[in-house]
Antibody
C-alpha cells in the first residue's frame, strides 16, 4: 500500500526553525517528484515546494523562497522540509504529496508532465510566542 | 503573483449536475497547465480526482469528469451524491511552480 507519513510539526516561536519529514512506503520513492503543500486554519491549499525524483531540481513558492529548503534522502525513502525564520503566517497543516510523471506525444514529439496523486495526512505547525 | 480563481460556493440538488471552473490570472487555461482537481472534506487530507485536464485516477468515481471550458479548466459532477459535499480545489502547473485555486465549496441540498 502506498503511504506517506508526515512528522516533525509542533509549536515554534517566530524566527525559529523546524524540520518536517515525510516517510514514504509502498512505492519506488526515487522515481517520483514530491511536493509540500500547506493549509492555514480555515484557508485553502497553498503549494509550498517541490523536488524532482533525483533531488536535482527544486522549486519554491515566493512566500517561502529563501527561508525553506526542500530535500530528500532516497536511501531512506524520506522527504524533508527545513523551515527557517518562521512567521506567524507559516502556521498551517503541512502535507506531502507524491507527483508521478505522465507522458504524452503530440506534433512536437514526446513530452512529460507532473501531477499529484497520493497525499499524507499532514502535520501541524504552529508559529506563536 | 499568479492567482487561480474558482467559484467560492455552488449548490446542487442530489442527482443533479454542477460544473466548477478554474481560471488563471495569466490568461486562458490550456492543457499545457495540466489541470488537476482535488476533493477535500472537513478534517481530511485532499484526495486527487483528476489530472492533466481529464484523466481520472483509479479511485475516481465515474460521475466526476474534467475538461477545458471557455478558457478555464472545469470539473463536472453528474448525478451528484450527498457524499460529494466538500471543498474542491484545482491545481495548475506553471513550469516548475504549482498554484492551487481558491477553492469551491459544493453544497448538496
Amino acid at each position: 500500500e502506498v503511504q506517506l507519513l508526515e512528522s516533525g510539526g509542533g509549536l515554534v516561536q517566530p524566527g525559529g526553525s523546524l524540520r518536517l519529514s515525510c516517510a514514504a512506503s509502498g512505492f519506488t520513492f526515487s522515481s517520483y517528484a514530491m511536493s509540500w503543500v500547506r493549509q492555514a486554519p480555515g484557508k485553502g491549499l497553498e503549494w509550498v515546494s517541490a523536488i524532482s525524483g533525483s533531488g536535482g531540481s527544486t522549486y519554491y513558492a515566493d512566500s517561502v523562497k529563501g527561508r525553506f529548503t526542500i530535500s530528500r534522502d532516497n536511501s531512506k525513502n524520506t522527504l524533508y522540509l527545513q523551515m527557517n525564520s518562521l512567521r506567524a503566517e507559516d502556521t498551517a497543516v503541512y502535507y506531502c504529496a507524491r507527483e508521478p510523471l505522465g507522458y504524452y506525444y503530440d506534433s512536437s514529439g514526446y513530452g512529460y508532465y507532473y501531477y499529484m496523486d497520493v497525499w499524507g495526512k499532514g502535520t501541524t505547525v504552529t508559529v506563536s510566542s | 503573483q499568479t492567482v487561480v480563481t474558482q467559484e467560492p460556493s455552488l449548490t446542487v440538488s442530489p442527482g443533479g449536475t454542477v460544473t466548477l471552473t478554474c481560471a488563471s490570472s495569466t490568461g486562458a487555461v490550456t492543457s499545457g497547465y495540466y489541470p488537476n482537481w482535488f476533493q477535500q472534506k472537513p478534517g481530511q487530507a485532499p484526495r486527487a480526482l483528476i489530472y492533466s485536464t481529464s484523466n481520472k485516477h483509479s479511485w475516481t468515481p465515474a460521475r466526476f469528469s474534467g475538461s477545458l471550458l471557455g478558457g478555464k479548466a472545469a470539473l463536472t459532477l453528474s448525478g451528484v451524491q450527498p457524499e460529494d459535499e466538500a471543498e474542491y480545489y484545482c491545481l495548475l502547473y506553471y513550469g516548475g511552480a504549482r498554484v492551487f485555486g481558491t477553492g469551491t465549496k459544493v453544497t448538496v441540498l
